[in-house]
């Protein structure tokens, strides 16, 4: 399974949310640490979702960091966050 499918599975487990979206950005990458050809190692993921209440933004960062735990031993990179409550995002 490719990694982007992967972690929107973890995702849609893991996180009630209103919306998010899972960008594979690796090819921008290219020619930076990190980066292999052919290897998604790099992503943006945005998520609006009302289990970040109370939740500082390390908090959330974290959260989402130990859910991808596997695909980080496992040549991910680097993932960019942004995660937001509904209130937030208005």
Avoid: C, P, W
Wanted: hydrophobic share 35%; net charge negative; aromatic share 10%.
């Amino acid at each position: 399974m490719k990694r982007k499918l992967k972690i929107e599975k973890i995702i849609n487990e893991n996180i009630n949310f209103e919306l998010f979206e899972v960008l594979d950005v690796s090819e921008t990458h290219r020619g930076h640490q990190g980066f292999k050809e052919g290897v998604e190692t790099h992503f943006k993921i945005f998520i609006v979702s009302d289990d970040f209440i109370g939740v500082t933004r390390l908090g959330r960062q974290k959260y989402l960091n130990s859910l991808l735990a596997q695909e980080f031993k496992n040549d991910l990179h680097s993932v960019t966050y942004e995660l937001l409550t509904t209130s937030e995002q208005k």
